[in-house]
């Protein structure tokens, strides 16, 4: 008996000592990981420019003339060590509103180019999407009527669109707008629809023993219970809306990020691409935060 206690308490104290070992929170833990990666990584980058790691390796005069000096020091590619990118990228963070002429503009100017002409496109759709998809959502009729034209346009790609809106709108800005239009309107007009039609049908039943009138139960009753599924596809749009202007940019020119990109390839400025890369993806990533902090206060516990 006395030993049973004996291991009782024992084992008891382990899991105590177990116990007060201190925990460190998930979001720090992935933290640290997530730096750990970008550590490796940025290795990997290092140890891949390393002259030393390439100069047994022949360059071809043709390759080693199109990538600039690089490729003569003994490099494989043009390809800009981490130092080089670091370097561009502050001298781009510190300067970004610069102007020295049409093609050579600071990237800042160019990302609030590509920011205006997505936010104008995309409140554009949204004010065409969310009410067609109440108005879908609410009518089997129309639902079934106007489902054949959407099943047919959905799947076209928005850069498709580019041509016509080229010849049509004769304007290169207010195609790209135009292009950012069509592509954040699916998700939207889709969602909004499908989150109308799931409203539970108790609730409208309720409406309806009440007598609401249709405009207080679209408002009081169907709203705040499709709005989850409304700011779902709002927030799918937005990072579909990102994804298209950068390439629309490239094919229109003139300004933007996308633009910036490809003109920045023109010169063969691999470090300046990278930092629109970069730049492009904290970007996307700011506006999903926006609209993901947006859902959650629309979000609903039952």
């Known amino acids: 008996m006395a030993t049973t206690d004996i291991t009782t308490s024992g084992a008891s ?14 979001a720090i833990r992935a933290a640290c990981l997530s730096l750990v990666i970008l550590l490796l990584l940025v290795g990997v980058w290092q140890l891949a420019t390393t002259p030393a790691a390439s100069t047994a390796t022949s360059v071809d005069p043709e390759y080693a003339a199109l990538v600039s ?10 390809f800009p060590t981490p130092a080089d990118f670091a ?26 180019y590509s920011l205006g002409r997505v936010l104008l496109g995309y409140f554009l759709a949204a004010i ?6 109440f108005v879908i959502g609410m009518s089997p009729l129309i639902h079934r009527a106007l489902d054949p034209f959407i ?14 809106a080229l010849y049509t709108i004769k304007d290169s800005s207010i195609s790209a707008i135009f292009v950012i239009f069509i592509c954040a309107l699916w998700p939207m007009l889709l969602n909004t629809s499908f989150g109308v039609a799931s409203v539970r049908k108790e609730w409208l039943n309720v409406a309806a023993t009440l007598e609401v009138s249709p405009l ?30 950068i390439a629309a940019e490239m094919l229109v020119g003139g300004t933007g990020i996308g633009y910036f990109v490809w003109n920045e390839w023109n010169n063969l400025s691999i ?9 492009i993806g904290l970007t996307g990533m700011a506006l999903d935060v926006i609209l993901a902090r947006a859902a959650r206060l629309v979000a609903y516990r039952e």
């Open 151 to 164: 099943q047919i346009l959905k799947p076209i790609s928005p850069l498709a669109w580019m041509p016509l």
């Open 128 to 133: 065409v999407a969310i009410p067609l998809g």
């Open 69 to 78: 000096g690089a490729a003569a020091e003994g490099q494989k590619t043009g």
């Open 216 to 245: 207080r139960k679209a408002f009081q009753v169907i709203l705040p219970a499709a709005a989850p599924t409304i700011m779902t596809g709002m927030r799918i749009s937005i990072g579909i809306a990102w994804l298209v202007i």
């Open 271 to 279: 470090s300046n691409i990278l930092t629109a890369i970069l730049l």
């Open 87 to 112: 370097s561009t990228l502050w001298g781009q963070i510190k300067n970004p509103f610069y102007v020295h002429g049409p093609n050579d503009q600071g990237i800042g100017i160019q990302l609030g």
């Open 13 to 26: 104290l382990r899991r105590k000592e177990r116990g007060s070992l201190p925990k460190f929170p998930l």
